[in-house]
């Protein structure tokens, strides 16, 4: 299960990353917001970020203006390293380095287009457990 998350300004994206993401296969929870109403990120991202600590979800995704919010918001909760990610690059290197299991976007910073692609890369790319790796995310908790 992919877990789901965004503000009124990420609301948009979110809308087209769910439909991408059901396309491919994949089971999404949206935790909200619901419409491109004002909201505070801080509730969504939270939740995301819980469902991805419990258990619930294997991966996250949020999605605010810049993805800068959520990213402090979910890298509050214990056992998540959410990374915000501009570039494909950047979101297939946190998976493997960083074993990241939420991926922070900025629906105001990037297109759609490169949004879909980042997603995909973050979503096919498995950690490498490499024993540097491993440690140095354990030095993280
Ligand atoms: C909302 O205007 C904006 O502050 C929010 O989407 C996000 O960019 C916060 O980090």
């Known amino acids: 299960m992919i877990g789901i998350g965004s503000d009124h300004g990420g609301y948009g994206l979110k809308l087209e990353v769910i439909k991408h993401l059901k396309e ?9 917001c619901d ?5 505070d990120y801080p509730i969504y991202g939270k939740a995301v970020a819980e469902a991805v600590a419990n258990g619930e979800c294997e991966l996250g995704i949020l999605i605010c203006g810049t993805g800068i919010g959520m990213s402090m918001t979910a ?3 214990k056992g ?9 690059f950047s979101a297939r290197a ?9 991926l922070c976007m900025g629906a105001r910073t990037i297109g759609p287009g490169l949004a879909l692609m980042i997603v995909d890369e973050f979503v096919d790319t498995p950690f490498s457990n ?7 995310i354990s030095m993280i908790e």
């Open 130 to 136: 490499d024993e540097r790796h491993i440690r140095r």
């Open 75 to 77: 890298n509050k909760v």
């Open 35 to 39: 419409s491109e109403a004002s909201c």
């Open 80 to 88: 998540v390293r959410a990374a915000l990610c501009s570039d494909c």
């Open 94 to 102: 946190t998976k493997e380095h960083n074993n990241a299991n939420v």
């Open 24 to 32: 491919r296969g994949f089971d999404v929870k949206d935790y909200g």
